[in-house]
């Protein structure tokens, strides 16, 4: 009896030991994340400033994304690195909870206000396929100010509910999460059958009219392919990054819940926010520019 209590401490022990290096290990890659989200979105602000060929209000949108991000770097890993450490040197009080409490509702906010801010990028990318010239007058710089103002007063407001109902407020943003998946997906359906029956359409009528501005469609078509192919890339890490989280935000619904698993869906949430400095600068080849010519004068320095 004796013999099997030694053997259960020792084996509780070892446990203890293995889940405070797997600790450490996230400690020290959020510290990291940190850094690179705070230095990479801070330069993407600075160099959609400069970039002039992105129309201006879905400009605005990525520079919502990018102030996001940042606030991730910034603010909410510092504080998730600390409640990790806090976990690791097993502190008593009043201080793992507030920790907790405001590191997860600020992260709520933000993933909710990116959710929304890619589902909308969507839908402009739409439009701009779809009304043509009526676009510029119909995608204001005012509306799209208007929209995101939206973004944060709701999820804010939103984030409230999960001072006393967190449960109602997990659903909600679960919800929302599948809704904004479903717009991206029949924003990129629409795109993509609209993009082929033009394509068609082209091949099959060769007017004079049209001869004369068939070397003008390509390239314009050909451009908007870009853009679209550069948004969809951020979006599908968004996706990457946000699904496991989602699923353990439903699991947890029913009562099944376990903290590394939180740490590990979390720390790969806010890797989301490192990975879009480096999806902006390799996919835009404008924001690349920008981001090389703000790096050269921060060098003169």
């Given amino acids: 009896m004796a013999n099997s209590t030694g053997e259960e401490n020792f084996t509780s022990k070892v446990d203890q030991a293995s889940l405070s290096i797997l600790e450490l290990l996230f400690l020290a890659l959020n510290i990291f994340l940190s850094i690179t989200a705070s230095l990479g979105n801070a330069l993407i602000l600075i160099a959609l400033r400069k970039v002039n060929s992105i129309y201006p209000p ?34 008593n009080g009043n201080v793992l909870p507030l920790v907790h409490e405001s590191y997860n509702g600020l992260t709520w906010i933000l993933t909710a206000v990116s959710i ?29 100010r208007v929209a995101i103002i939206c973004f944060w007063l709701v999820t804010t407001s939103a984030g409230t509910i ?36 033009q394509q068609t359409r082209l091949q099959n009528h060769v007017s004079p009219q049209e001869q004369a501005n068939r070397a003008q469609i390509p390239l314009n078509i050909a451009r908007y392919k870009k853009s679209v192919s550069s948004i969809l890339w951020v979006q599908l890490a968004l996706a990457a990054c946000y699904v496991p989280w989602s699923i353990l935000a439903l699991l947890f619904l029913v009562g099944i819940n376990n903290e590394m698993a939180w740490i590990t869906t979390e720390t790969l949430l806010y890797l989301n926010s490192s990975l879009n400095p480096v999806l902006y600068c390799w996919k835009i080849r404008e924001v690349r520019r920008a981001a090389k010519a703000t790096i050269k004068q921060l060098n003169c320095f």
Wanted: positive net charge.
């Fill in 162 to 197: 999960r001072i006393w109902r967190k449960h109602i407020f997990l659903m909600a943003l679960s919800g929302l999460f599948i809704f904004s998946l479903l717009t991206v997906i029949f924003c990129y359906t629409r795109i993509h059958l609209k993009l082929r029956h």
């Fill in 58 to 91: 879905t400009r605005l949108f990525f520079r919502c994304l990018a102030v996001t991000d940042l606030c991730v770097g910034l603010i909410v890993q510092p504080l998730f690195a600390t409640f990790i450490l806090l976990r690791i040197t097993e502190a």
């Fill in 116 to 144: 929304l801010t890619s589902a909308a990028i969507s839908v402009d990318r739409l439009l701009a396929l779809l009304l043509g010239l009526r676009y510029r007058l119909t995608v204001t710089l005012r509306r799209v």
